[in-house]
């Protein structure tokens, strides 16, 4: 089966844009990553697409009058490339409804928190903050309405007596990388499944 072309939208150093990369080596992987687009000039990522032979495009949201230019003009690159699929990866842009109706069912976003609980940012802060007893980061489709779109999977972690912000969201970012290319492998399936028919 042909395997569905994938865009990458990140905002700086794209570590899960690396473990969609590393998962796409694979043969029997659906998707290919055929390119990394960034709004932000400083993104990390860039760099490292550029050197794995993956487009690096960037989209430099401050070039643009409105966000409905720079929505427009992402959107035309995503069409000439071929694109069937759009996964976020720590892109910090809101997307506007018209956007994602264009990519209904075809683009989704990991968040670092289990939705519904935690949308939005600081969510490890935030956890800690409430002493919830587990954490842990949610792939879902993209809709209107932030962080809260279908959800395709999700991982567990514990919130342990000493963690700071930061080593939980290390732990968050481990299992962030193990299930968005599993999710990403299977929004990608049920679309050939339906398109097959």
């Not at 590393?22 to 550029?50: K, W």
């Not at 003009?73 to 018209?98: K, P, Q, S």
């Not at 209107?144 to 991982?155: H, K, R, S, T, Y």
Request: proline content about 5%; hydrophobic content about 45%; overall charge negative.
């Amino acid at each position: 089966m042909k395997r569905l072309r994938a865009a990458v939208l990140i905002s700086g150093r794209g570590s899960n844009m690396m473990a969609l990369a590393e998962a796409a080596r694979a043969s029997d992987y659906p998707v290919t990553i055929a390119c990394v687009i960034s709004n932000r000039p400083d993104a990390e990522g860039l760099a490292y697409a550029a050197r794995h032979g993956i487009a690096a495009k960037l989209i430099d949201h401050r070039e643009f009058a409105s966000r409905e230019g720079f929505e427009a003009a992402l959107d035309r690159y995503l069409r000439a490339e071929a694109i069937d699929l759009i996964a976020c990866a720590g892109f910090m842009r809101v997307l506007t409804g018209n956007f994602v109706a264009g990519w209904e069912g075809r683009m989704i976003n990991i968040h670092p928190s289990l939705l519904p609980a935690y949308k939005g940012l600081h969510t490890h802060e935030r956890v800690l903050a409430d002493g919830a007893p587990e954490h842990g980061c949610t792939v879902h489709q993209v809709t209107a309405e932030l962080d809260a779109g279908p959800i395709i999977l999700q991982a567990r972690v514990p919130v342990m007596p000493d963690d700071t912000p930061e080593t939980l969201a290390a732990r968050v970012l481990t299992e962030e990388h193990r299930i968005y290319p599993q999710a990403l492998a299977m929004l990608a399936r049920d679309i050939q499944a339906k398109t097959s028919t």
